[in-house]
Structures are given as structure tokens and as C-alpha cells.
């Protein structure tokens, strides 16, 4: 999760990039790296990753950027902490 707010946190300095996007997105790689007990998990995390956009918080573009950007990050730190 620390991976990925360090990738948006720059970004959101100069176009606001979707945290709650980010967070799932980050969240999807946890479960995927936990196995099958985790896939539980997975509605709830569509739903976090999708909750800013019917309230007109974030832009379709910027929930978009959010998830490989931080999915990158994630799958980066997972894979050297290994």
C-alpha cells in the first residue's frame, strides 16, 4: 500500500489521480499473491476501486491511470521483498 501512495502521491501533486482506484488496485495484487481464501475479497474491492466515480469525485481517466500505476508498484515491492 506504501508503494502505491508513493507513485500517486507525485502525480496527485499535478492532476488528481484516484487513491481509492490506487488502493484496489493494490489491494487486487495482495489477494492474487494470498491465494483462493482471499478471493473473497474481490467484490469489495471493485466496489472501493469504483466508489469515487458515481459521487463525481474522480474523472473515468484518472481512476484508469490510478490502477496500473499503483498495481505496478505493488507487484514491484512484492516481488523484490520475495
Known amino acids: 500500500m506504501l508503494a502505491g501512495l508513493c507513485v500517486s502521491t507525485p502525480v496527485t501533486l499535478a492532476w488528481k489521480i ?3 482506484a490506487g488502493a484496489a488496485a493494490v489491494a487486487a495484487i495482495v489477494t ?3 491465494g483462493p481464501p482471499l478471493t473473497a475479497a474481490w467484490a469489495v474491492i471493485a466496489l472501493t476501486g469504483w466508489s469515487p466515480r458515481p459521487a463525481r469525485q474522480s474523472h473515468l481517466a484518472q ?3 490510478a490502477v496500473p500505476a499503483d498495481a505496478a508498484a505493488a507487484v514491484i515491492t512484492f516481488l523484490a521483498a520475495r
Open 18 to 20: 484516484s487513491f481509492h
Open 32 to 34: 492474487i499473491a494470498g
Open 63 to 65: 481512476v484508469i491511470a
